[in-house]
């Protein structure tokens, strides 16, 4: 069964530093998307991106953080300036077009330790 | 996004059938419900999704009244392994953005 796949799955960083988590959506998916959760805390939704573009985005999603498709495979987050706030899981997420299916399929999450 | 609202935890014993019921009084007429499930460190995974009366699959049912302002998400015969917790979502399908609760915590003791 296809999966989402993300790496790495520990990332421990200083503050101040930047970060870029990787994601590989399930290939023939065209909606993409970050989510978070917070140790304890409820998963956040961080952003979507459809078509080359981001589609919507929370207020989390300030202008520390970034995402790109940089191939047809992978789909990336990055934080510019790691702080202390922004550990937690993240985890991405695929979904096909909706015809098909809505459904969106998570990733195993990259655990952000920011010291 | 209509609120829902889920016990913050159950109890079960293998073998038995759990019932989560999740409250959505302003479910909008477009809106479906969605159910996922996360292991501890895990992402959430999709478990089932319906409109109206009842839908089932290899894993759960799921029971929707004619008003559509509940849903009873039932698991058959839980194991040790289904202790996770549930979300219940209710929104438009589509390319949308997924507003997690803070679900139902599950646990199955033998």
């Known amino acids: 069964e296809p999966e989402v796949t993300q790496t790495p799955s520990h990332q421990v960083t200083q503050m101040g530093q930047e970060v870029i988590l990787r994601c590989v959506p399930i290939s023939n998916h065209l909606y993409f998307y970050w989510y978070r959760q917070i140790l304890g805390q409820k998963v956040e939704f961080l952003v979507s991106f459809y078509n080359n573009e981001i589609s919507e985005k929370s207020e989390i999603f300030d202008d520390q953080f970034s995402v790109e498709r940089p191939d047809g495979s992978n789909f990336t987050l990055k934080i510019r300036s790691t702080k202390l706030e922004d550990s937690a899981m993240y985890f991405c997420?695929?979904?096909?077009?909706?015809?098909?299916?809505?459904?969106?399929?998570f990733g195993p999450g990259t655990r952000l330790t920011v010291l | 996004l209509a609120k829902t609202t889920q016990p913050i935890s159950m109890d079960s014993y293998e073998g038995q059938e759990v019932n989560i019921t999740c409250s959505h009084n302003?479910?909008?007429?477009?809106?479906?419900i969605t159910w996922y499930q996360q292991f501890p460190s895990q992402g959430p995974r999709f478990i089932i999704q319906?409109?109206?009366t009842k839908v089932t699959n290899e894993v759960a049912s799921l029971f929707i009244p004619a008003d559509r302002k509940s849903s009873t998400l039932s698991l058959p015969r839980v194991s040790l392994s289904d202790t996770a917790v549930y979300y219940c979502l209710v929104g438009p399908t589509g390319f949308q953005k997924l507003v997690f609760g803070t679900g139902t915590r599950l646990l199955v003791s033998p």
């Open positions: 302003n479910i909008a007429t477009n809106d479906y």
């Open positions: 997420a695929s979904s096909a077009d909706r015809v098909v299916s809505d459904t969106q399929y």
């Open positions: 319906g409109y109206k």
